[in-house]
Every structure is written in structure tokens, then in C-alpha cells.
């Protein structure tokens, strides 16, 4: 019995250990630059970048952090108006100065104009090639 309790004593300990963060520190003037992609369309997928980028802000804060979603492929559901939950959870993150970009060629191909993206959200030509361009800059590419 007191082997189980001392168990769960050191696993408890590990279970809260604190991030150690790497130098130089997260900062207004040195913020954490984060890129996340969404390719899939699947809802439950959306959902989890969003939440993922949610949990980075929380964690940082959103002065610490600067972020991305590009969303391209299937995933540019993410960032269509017409899905109306989704589209609620983007603009609060947008409030929060996340930046989301559709990649353009996606919407050539899938017929998809301007006025059907959620109101901020910027095009560029080409998603991944947005995703390449920020992680040579030195920015985190996160796959939740």
C-alpha cells in the first residue's frame, strides 16, 4: 500500500512540472512565432488547430505570441463563413490577433471568391508555400 501511494506521489510531482522555457524568453518585444496548417476539412480536425492555438495563447498570452493558421486543401472550410460555429471560433481568435490566410490557389480550384472567406481573413497564393516562408523566417510549425 505504501508503494502505490508513494507512486502516485512522484507521478503526481511529474504530472504539474513546470515548461522551462527556452532562452531568450517569450516576450512583447520577443514574441513566440507559431504557424499552424489545417489540410483537412474534417470538423472534428478544425476544431482541434483551433483549440491548439487557443491553448498557446492561454499558455503564452496573447501579447507573448504572434500566430498563423493557413488553412488550404479541404481545410478551407476553416475559414468559409458559411461554417457558422467554426466561423465564431475564428473571429474570436482574429480578436486575439491571430492572423489566418487561405491559400489562393485552393479557392481557384474549388471556385471559392473573396466575399465567402470570413471578414479578415487574408489570401495568398500559395498556402504551404506560407507555411515554408514562415518556418525559414524562424517561425514553430505546430501539427496538432
Given at each position: 500500500m505504501i508503494k502505490i501511494l508513494i507512486s502516485i506521489f512522484m507521478m503526481s510531482l511529474f504530472a504539474y512540472a513546470d515548461t522551462t522555457f527556452a532562452k531568450p524568453l517569450p516576450s512583447i518585444d520577443n514574441?513566440?512565432?507559431?504557424?499552424?496548417?489545417?489540410?483537412s476539412g474534417d470538423e472534428e480536425t478544425i476544431n482541434h488547430v483551433l483549440s491548439s492555438?487557443?491553448?498557446v495563447l492561454k499558455f503564452y498570452g496573447p501579447?507573448?505570441?504572434?500566430?498563423?493558421?493557413?488553412?488550404?486543401y479541404h481545410g478551407i472550410e476553416a475559414v468559409l463563413k458559411k461554417?457558422?460555429?467554426?466561423?465564431?471560433?475564428?473571429?474570436?481568435?482574429m480578436?486575439?490577433?491571430?492572423?489566418?490566410?487561405?491559400?489562393?490557389?485552393?479557392?481557384?480550384?474549388?471556385?471559392?471568391?473573396?466575399?465567402?472567406?470570413?471578414?479578415?481573413v487574408?489570401?495568398?497564393?500559395?498556402?504551404?508555400?506560407?507555411?515554408t516562408e514562415r518556418v525559414q523566417d524562424g517561425w514553430v510549425y505546430i501539427v496538432p
Open positions: 514574441p513566440r512565432k507559431i504557424v499552424f496548417s489545417i489540410h492555438a487557443n491553448n501579447e507573448k505570441v504572434n500566430m498563423e493558421i493557413v488553412a488550404y461554417n457558422k460555429e467554426i466561423a465564431s471560433r475564428v473571429d474570436t481568435l480578436q486575439y490577433d491571430v492572423k489566418f490566410i487561405a491559400c489562393g490557389n485552393t479557392m481557384q480550384t474549388k471556385h471559392i471568391k473573396k466575399e465567402e472567406l470570413i471578414d479578415g487574408e489570401v495568398v497564393t500559395a498556402g504551404i508555400v506560407e507555411v
